[in-house]
């Protein structure tokens, strides 16, 4: 089983400022890496499909990179609508998710 | 519009099977997988499985072989998740979500089931 990691584990920023998020994975990553965002008492949003395509209605200041085993969430400008829960999620044999990453108000 | 609408809450005590259904559109139904979350209090989300609803084939994750059963309905468009022998510790919150192959990755959820198991 592919093991995601992500980091930090907060993240406490204002509104403007650049949020950078990582997920390294225990293994290679030889399947699709996916970024989904959660807020309170909301289901998961898909963000960013395959590494770095953004989903359908995603803003262009949500951009995704990485290979391998290390894979990177940057939002170039926080807006306040951004502030929320964070997972990296792989397909490898099965699907795993990493532990979040929460970007707060600070 | 595609959705997925889920059951409601529902409470058991250990040792018995729950059923979460999940209705879709039809567009999802005859293009995509359905793959079920799950979300314990404090936990990461964890894959439980995915069915394709076109021809019923299923992948469970190994933890919930045995103890998991998914299903499809293709006259009621929709699909279901059965968990048996529940514990405590499969309280979570349940969700369905759209496996849309064009993306690889759940791109439509539904809006979650709480399962609380509690003697």
Redesign the interface.
Do not use: C, I, K, S
């Given at each position: 089983e592919i093991v995601l990691s992500q980091s930090p584990g907060t993240l406490s920023l204002s509104p403007g400022e650049r949020a950078t998020l990582s997920c390294r994975a225990s293994q290679i990553v030889t399947s699709y890496l996916n970024w989904y965002q959660q807020k309170p008492g909301q289901a998961p949003r898909l963000l960013i499909y395959d590494t770095s395509n953004r989903a359908t209605g995603i803003p262009a200041r949500f951009s995704g990179s990485g290979s391998e085993t290390d894979f990177t969430l940057t939002i170039s400008s926080l807006q306040p609508e951004d502030f929320a829960v964070y997972y990296c999620q792989q397909r490898s044999n099965w699907p795993t998710f990493g532990q979040g990453t929460k970007v707060e108000l600070k | 519009q595609d959705q997925l609408v889920q059951s409601g809450a529902d409470l058991k005590k250990p040792g018995a099977s729950v059923r979460v259904s999940c209705k879709a559109s039809e567009h999802t139904f005859t293009t995509s997988g359905v793959?079920w979350?799950r979300q314990a209090p404090g936990q990461?989300?964890?894959?439980l499985g995915w069915i394709s609803p076109y021809n019923g084939v299923t992948?469970y994750?190994?933890k919930f072989q045995g103890r998991v059963t998914m299903t499809a309905d293709s006259s009621t468009r929709t699909a279901y998740m059965e968990l048996k022998n529940l514990r405590s510790d499969d309280t979570a919150l349940y969700?369905c979500?759209r496996d849309y192959p064009l993306?690889?990755?759940?791109?439509i959820?539904?809006?979650?089931t709480l399962v609380t198991v509690s003697s």
């Open positions: - | 793959t979350v990461r989300l964890e894959w992948n994750a190994l969700y979500a993306v690889h990755a759940f791109d959820w539904g809006q979650g």
